[in-house]
């Protein structure tokens, strides 16, 4: 085990990590980007620096990553890239209006680059976790249905990528339930929220 601690904001430092990682270890054949930033938003007192903290952790975070390890596997034709987003990128979800916005954009460029370099040899698999018992979650004051430990979660993301999934979404009544969201028509959907919603 190397444990090389980096910044996934600054491409630099994910490069640099890289490589001292691949010439310790020998190449990457597997890189699980996990990098997350999350901080509930609130329209009254709408935060652009938390927005764009979002963006940079989540979304830049995960482009600095793969430019780190891409290139290599791409030479080699071989190598998975693993990237963490959330099924709150399915739909929008009130109070989630950063953190769900940067992981549909985790979702999209994940499978844009899937397609992208399918003929390569390269696999790209996207994992969306529902709600997993951690620290971060630990703070959430909202109701978080089919909670899972930290261990389960481990299990179905190695279970998945040992099976060459290309999606790995859990739990899995998380995982009906928010598909089953994204075919809700879009006034449907603000209809429903909009009992929650503020006056």
Known sequence: MLVVPLD???AASVAAAALRVSGELGPIDLAVLSAGYWKQMHPANWDT???????RVNLVGMSNSIAAVLPGMLRRRHGVIAGIASVAGYRGLAGSEAYGA??????????SLRVHIARTGVRVTTICPGFVRTDLTAGNSFPM????ETDEAGRSICDGLERERTEIVF?????LLMKTARLVPARA???LWARTSLA
Do not use: C, G, S, Y
């Not at 739990?171 to 995982?175: D, H, I, V």
């Open 8 to 10: 996934v904001t600054d």
């Open 49 to 55: 620096e938390v927005f764009d903290q979002h963006i």
């Open 102 to 111: 940067t992981k549909a954009a985790q979702i999209n460029l994940l499978e």
């Open 145 to 148: 249905p089919f909670m899972i």
């Open 171 to 175: 739990p899995t009544r998380m995982a």
């Open 189 to 191: 959907w603000t209809a």
